[in-house]
């Protein structure tokens, strides 16, 4: 498909927080200062599954300085919380199911004040028997940590006559891949502050969804929507770790209580222990092709381990099950998944939602396939790609922007140019995925405000986070590319709940798509006023006008034109104005409960990556040298931002394989610090190549579709592969570290 005629979009510009955070004036939450204001902290459970049998807090408010405690019985609302299953308690009031639930919440009058509270609290539990594993939580009679059951949620998915398949095919691959439990080691701890004003309590929070945040504070304090305001600040960083309920709740309860500011900045140990973790998972795959390379069928079995609480566990589990295949084309597919809940940390979401462990799967297994029928990697892809036409495994038919053989071909193509020797101890890998953007088979919406002023500038209110992503960006973009006016007349206001419209989670890879088409119908909205206007004032019909360059001007004479300044002076001369609000939800359906058939996305992304690594064969270590990471992006808004999302989900995917797990025992995380928890520095990162391949359909704003996910997924699976291809090994299990990658040279 030719590409659009664009004046704004697919150029590079400099970022709406930019400037600001580069001279060290932006705002995080703990920076925060109200005059009287008070310093919250939470105590929490030291074990992982117990009934409270004494709870002492006499010795803390005695401490001068220590303003309130708080417990269960001081909530004046409900006491449950929780993205899709209201399970976990804001403080616990029946049992413990976690080391790190909040048990009790204090506010002093410093930070000192409220540690040494919290080390005077005294708690004596009755002990109960804790599940760690998937096969203690399934065993009959097993303790529950929910309910009756410990299965969180089932899964199945199936198309075609799987069976009959295989018994058709010439060579089987199977494998079982392992990856597990890890941690978003966001730079900017959890943090905020709540205040109470005019009867409305407002709590500033780092925060990837204010409006979500909202509604779960609201129904903790007994109160309506809108007698309560969060305000998303700068975020320094989520990758879905700041989609649960972190400290607002707690803070709004102090904030009350108390009739003080109160503050909480979490410290980077308690943010690890308590924050959502990656699903760790156990999947069995069956794959099954003709000795030419035509796949005909795939079978796969995902275990996961949800830990205390659902969090996104219900998205995790159905985004897995619809991505495990892979981006291919396979008539014949079942899968089925069980996730359980544990005495383990909670997991929820985290980059990708299931998808970059999926890719472990699926690409091992295709890799594996390549070798066994002697095939050049990327020629067997193509042989199986998706394209316009493919029918899905939940029956959709892909119809637009299914750009995955040209990221294929634009990999290849870099990788001959960048990668032309492979030395001994070297290694090429290949990893491909894809990614649907928004929720899974669920609505979805956002929402946006504009209104163009007298002078031509324009307000834009959006309700999604930007987290440094850049969606504040995007959306300014977007807008002025509509408007026909500069990315620099756009002021954009987001995330503030008591001004912003409902943007959604800045999560799914879907603001782009999902806001970014909220925006560009708010935007027409205004521009139906502002056309009709000018058609009155140049005697031009509205529909042959054109909006360009801060210009107003007839498509069949340009001669016929007026500036925008004209424009809103004609605009004010007859008392028009320029406002519009739109809202998107993306075309899907709900899936089958039995099958999992439906349309579960709009638009899908695809990506490819080529590694190169060299591994010391004498201590184990993986050196990343080359990574070449080609992406479906529909419409890039702005490349340099792109390119920077590719980039960064590339050293995000050089962590997942070779450094980052979390160590736990009995429910406890025992490196929750940087200098335990190694995720890659600047020291680690290789020679990156991001390439941009535009497929534009009809469905994005401009055709534009998601890439914040997508960059991380396609690493994973060709740095694994590249180390593979090194030592001649399959690897089964991730992360690679020097002691894995040892044991299997010397096996």
Known sequence: MALRDLAILGKSNIKKDAYNKVIGETKFAADLKFDHMLYGGVFRSSVPHAVIKRFDASKALALPGVARVLTSKDIPGGNRIGIIMKDEPVLVDDKVRRVGDAIALVAAETPELAEEALELMEVEYDLLEPVFTYEDAMREGSPKIHGDSNLHARKHLERGDVDAAFARCDVIIEGTYTTNMLTHMFIEPDAGVARVE?????????????????????????????????????????????????????????????????????????????????????????????????????????????????????????????????????????????????????????????????????????????????????????????????????????????????????????????????????????????????????????????????????????????????????????????????????????????????????SAS?????????????????????????????????????????????????????????????????????????????????????????????????????????????????????????????????????????EGGMVMAQGFVIFEKIEHEKGKIKNPVFSKYLIPTTMDVPEIYPIIVECPGEAGPFGAKGVGEPALIPGIPAITNAVENALGRRFFELPLTPAEVMKKILS
């Open 198 to 506: 005019d009867g409305i309590i407002t709590v500033y929070a780092s925060t990837q969804n204010a409006h979500f945040d909202r509604g779960e504070v609201a129904r903790t304090m007994g109160l309506p929507n809108n007698k309560v305001r969060v305000t998303q600040m700068a975020t320094g960083g989520g990758f879905g770790g700041k989609l649960d309920i972190s400290v607002q709740c707690h803070l709004a309860l102090l904030a009350n209580a108390t009739g003080r500011p109160v503050k909480i900045v979490r410290s980077r140990q308690e943010s690890t222990d308590v924050s959502a973790k990656r699903h760790p998972m156990i999947m069995r795959a069956k794959t099954g092709a003709t000795k030419d390379g035509k796949l005909l069928a795939v079978e796969v079995f995902i275990i996961g381990d949800t830990g205390a609480y659902a969090s996104y566990g219900p998205a995790v589990i159905t985004r897995a099950v619809v991505h495990c295949m892979g981006p291919y084309d396979v008539p014949n597919v079942r899968v089925d998944s069980d996730f359980v809940y544990t005495n383990n940390p909670m997991a929820g979401a985290f980059r990708g939602f299931g998808v970059p462990q999926v890719s472990v799967c699926h690409e091992g297994q295709m890799n594996a396939l390549a070798k066994a029928l002697n095939m050049d990697p990327i020629d067997l892809r193509i042989l199986n790609a998706q394209k316009p036409g493919t029918v899905l495994a939940t029956g959709q038919t892909l119809d637009e922007s299914v750009g995955f053989i040209g990221a294929l071909r634009a990999a290849k193509e870099k990788a001959a140019e960048v990668i032309t020797t492979v030395k001994e101890n070297q290694g090429v890998g290949v990893g491909c995925m894809w990614y649907g953007v928004g929720n899974t088979g669920l609505p979805n919406p956002a929402a946006a405000f504009v209104e163009v002023l007298p002078d031509a500038s324009v307000n834009l209110m959006v309700g999604c986070a930007d987290i440094g992503q850049g969606s504040s960006t995007v959306m300014a973009l977007i807008a002025a590319e509509e408007l026909g006016l500069s990315y620099d007349d756009i002021h954009v206001t987001a995330a503030d709940t008591m001004v912003t419209p409902e943007g959604g989670a800045s």
């Open 510 to 646: 879907r603001q782009t798509f999902i806001s970014g088409n909220a925006t560009r119908i708010a935007c027409r909205q205004a521009k139906e006023t502002l056309a009709q206007t000018a058609a009155n004032f140049l005697k031009v019909p509205k529909e042959y006008l054109i909006f360009r360059g801060r210009m107003i001007y007839s498509a069949k004479d340009p001669a016929i034109k007026m500036t925008y300044a004209e424009l809103m002076a004609e605009m004010k001369k007859w008392g028009q104005l320029a406002v519009g609000a739109g809202a998107y939800n993306p075309k899907t359906t709900y899936l089958d409960a039995k099958t999992m058939a439906g349309i579960p996305y709009e638009v899908y992304s695809y990506g490819v990556t080529i590694a190169l690594v060299e591994v010391d064969t004498s201590t184990g270590e993986v050196d990343t040298l080359k990574l070449v990471s080609a992406h479906d992006v529909g419409q890039a808004i702005d490349r340099v931002m792109v390119e920077g999302q590719i």
